[in-house]
């Protein structure tokens, strides 16, 4: 094991400074170009770059969200309840704002100090630093952990992994000289990683394998048998991850509990077990056939129907898993433990992201193995320095002396190929076009990957483009109301207005609560001249958009937060004043029941303080969207004397006149909402669109 070798002609401590160094710069190195790469139209958009939480940066309020997202209330622009992941991205857009490239830059430099630390643990454990070198070294160039680095939205994946591996050095420190701070420092770093992502809830089955080798704490058997005193070591080693289990078990309430609320998991098929079964060992030859013969990555490995799994895969695959795993068992019985401590660590921390339970649309993916995935380097480098040091004991000093430097090089060149193979496969995650027409060539019958595309194609107006790949899609998931939808947008876009109304329309059975494909149903309806049909859908439109606004409104709301709550209120008014002009009557937003409520005692709640605009605008459109019009015009009506200058109250006091049957007062207030310095341009715009008559030429508009 090399133990002892350190020392000479450098210390411990300065081979430790200098290892970071080059782990921080190698993955500078590889990963530089990254810092120029776009934000992508898969997870980027969404969770980062639109998400209007985290568009201010660092704030009290953003702060707060971050901390109470998906663990107070449901919000699926957090994702999971992380936290510290959420931070992180605040704290990005703080330094970086919108610029995509630098928001790299935390995952370049986090990448580089997991490699170091697996390095440090490695090193700590062994003393063997040709081996601890070459683990830390592969897991940095590896081409598998590229989607990680270079994949914005996978912050939280780098950032558990770092605090996972600092977890495990902190524990070895605590094993090395037991005290209860050193214990609480790695109890503290689990719940880090655990707030980073809950899927490394099986991180304290790595400390255990960790007792079981290299540090041998796990006496099981003496010359006798189990004495009492092995007994007792043993129940206390063990006793030590209870804590660390409550941790992982809150976390996974937490998580499980999230993701039913916005149902993105779900079990693989009738029979779970064998499904699940079957689904898992499958995977893990996938990552074993990524992993030692870099094959073929990507963004999204679609997950398959059970129905298209063959007997010969299945059997194969677990004759694989199955005779690896006896392997190591026997070797652990012959007293050689490395082969099998990697294989359960890989087998193990992999299993609660495996096929078993299925989340999302992925079977497998590259991301879940950046823990897992230092258990097989172990396996193979102890395994591959060991059957290389079987045959030197009978070399001789010079022969030794040669295959010293040809299996150092032979590991250097390895290194350096991954290196370069991360380098290019990084710029797959330059921009969208690069991502999926790699997915596409991967995946084939990947239909996300076909739909993205197209969705790249119609930022750049390649309308008829977008339209084949949403054909393509739609072919691989014929009864998939989302790809009808998005086949029956791009046809609009393209003009072709009719077959845009069959598959829209078709669409909508299946998903009617889709405000998007109202909105161009709406426009395909105005080109095909059909302008009744066009009319009765934007009252859907709006009515589902107005729902929208009065509960976002509704949460800012409870927050306190009145100027983000009053500007929410104004657009659900806008909303319903759209829907009764199209629809001829009334429509209630949502049943006054499920949150007026809420809302009436969220503002009386509210701090006291001086009577704000906002607070007497939020009060004003409680009313009218309660259905009490005539209130809500004497509110409005009442802010336009307390705020003289505020055009917003002027134009709703005129709205509601005029929907009250008040026109000269409605016009008098219009007029005089026309003339303030600060113009309202919403107020206007709905004020026009109350009073139109007819069709007003907007059919050749797209949405």
Known sequence: HEAGTVGAPLGRRQVKRVAFFLFVAGSLAIYWQA??????????????????????????????????????????????WMPVTLLSRLVDHQLFGAHGGWHHLQGILLHGVSAWLIFLILLDLTGALGRSVLVGAIFLVHPINTEVVCWIALR????????????????????????IWRYLSSLLGFAAALLCKPSVVS??????????????????????GMDRRASTNLLAIVGEKVPFLILALLASLVSLVGQEQMRTGGFGGDNILVTGAGRTVVGYVDYLRRFFLLDSFCVLYPSRPWSTFSSADLWRSTALIGGITVGAIALAIRKYRPPLMGWIWFIGLLLPVSSFVQFGRQATADRYLYVPIVGLLIFAVWLAADVLG???TSASAAALRRVRIISGGVSFILVAFLARQSFGQSLTWRNDRSLWIQAMTVEPDAVVAFGNYGATLALTQEFKAEENYRRAALK???????????LGIALARSGSADEAIAFLEKALQGAAMDAQKHRWLVYAYRRAGRFAQAETTIARYELLRGRIFLETGLTYLQRGEEDL?????????????????????DIELSPASTWLKQARESFIRLPAGPSSAHRVLIQSYLSYLAGDIRSAAGAFRAATEQFPQLAEAQWRSAICLALMGQTEAAEKAANLAGQLPVPFEDGKYDWLYLNRTGDNGSATKAP
Do not use: C
């Not at 109470?68 to 919000?75: G, R």
């Open 156 to 179: 939280k994946d780098v950032l558990a992994g770092a605090a996972s591996f600092l977890t495990i050095w902190l524990y070895l420190r605590y094993v090395r000289r037991p005290t």
């Open 35 to 80: 810092l120029s790469f776009e934000f992508l139209n898969y997870d980027d958009a969404f969770f980062v770059r639109d998400n209007a939480n985290l568009m201010g940066g660092l704030s009290w309020q953003s702060v707060r969200w971050a901390l109470e997202a998906n663990l107070l209330t449901v919000d699926r622009s957090a994702e999971y």
């Open 203 to 224: 991180l304290p089955l790595a400390l255990l394998l960790i007792d079981w080798w290299p540090l041998d704490r796990l006496p099981l058997r003496t010359p006798s």
């Open 390 to 392: 079987y045959f030197k």
């Open 565 to 585: 709550a009053a500007a929410q209120f104004s657009l659900a008014f806008s909303a319903a004043v759209r829907a009764r002009k199209s629809a001829g009557f």
């Open 476 to 486: 691989m998931a014929p009864d998939s109301a989302e790809e009808m939808g998005h």
